[in-house]
């Protein structure tokens, strides 16, 4: 299995590169404990994750 760590700071390394600007927008109430790109960055890795764990069951169970 993979590493999610490896997997998520890759993910992040790659957005951050895009040079986009997700922490345009005022918040109100407690301060979040991850930015938007963090969590844009650790939504994508489990979607890539999960994807490629079922193409695994595919490819061996099926």
Same mark, same amino acid.
């Given at each position: /299995? #993979? !590493?999610?760590? *490896? $997997?998520?700071? *890759? =993910? %992040?390394? =790659? %957005?951050? @590169? %895009?040079?986009?600007?997700? $922490?345009? &927008?005022? +918040?109100?109430? +407690? *301060? #979040? *404990? /991850? @930015?938007?790109?963090? #969590?844009?960055?650790? @939504?994508? &890795? #489990?979607?890539? /994750?999960? +994807? @490629?764990? $079922? =193409?695994?069951? =595919?490819?061996?169970? !099926?």
């Amino acid at each position: /299995m #993979a !590493n999610i760590t *490896k $997997n998520y700071f *890759k =993910v %992040l390394e =790659v %957005l951050s @590169s %895009l040079d986009v600007d997700f $922490n345009h &927008t005022f +918040r109100a109430g +407690r *301060k #979040a *404990k /991850m @930015s938007d790109i963090e #969590a844009v960055a650790l @939504s994508l &890795t #489990a979607e890539y /994750m999960e +994807r @490629s764990i $079922n =193409v695994w069951k =595919v490819i061996f169970i !099926n």
